[in-house]
């Protein structure tokens, strides 16, 4: 079994490869530990580069009755390390 002194999925022999942090989980401070940051993100664990938050339309109506119409969009944020989402519903009236 290959050792990960720092619990952050990255095994010792790969953190000295990328010059990583044996100690610390998260090398460069930017919230994504050192071992999700290769293999998830493909971001390198040792710049402060991670990504912006990930914007998915689920859901969009349109509904027009006469002169009068209606929207409804639900829509999801998820920040860059994946592990939250938030979810929001617009809805709104056309004159
Ligand atoms: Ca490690
Ligand atoms: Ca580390
Ligand atoms: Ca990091």
Do not use: C
């Amino acid at each position: 079994m290959r050792a990960d002194t720092d619990d952050d999925g990255l095994s010792d022999s790969r953190e000295v490869v990328l010059s990583t942090n044996l100690d610390g989980t998260d090398t460069d401070g930017d919230g994504i530990p050192d071992g999700r940051e290769p293999r998830h993100w493909d971001t390198d664990p040792t710049l402060h580069d991670h990504r912006p938050p990930e914007i998915t339309i689920h859901y969009a109506r349109w509904a027009v009755d006469g002169l009068h119409s209606e929207y409804a969009i639900l829509y999801a944020v998820t920040d860059p390390s994946g592990d939250s989402e938030i979810q929001f519903v617009k809805e709104g009236d056309v004159r």
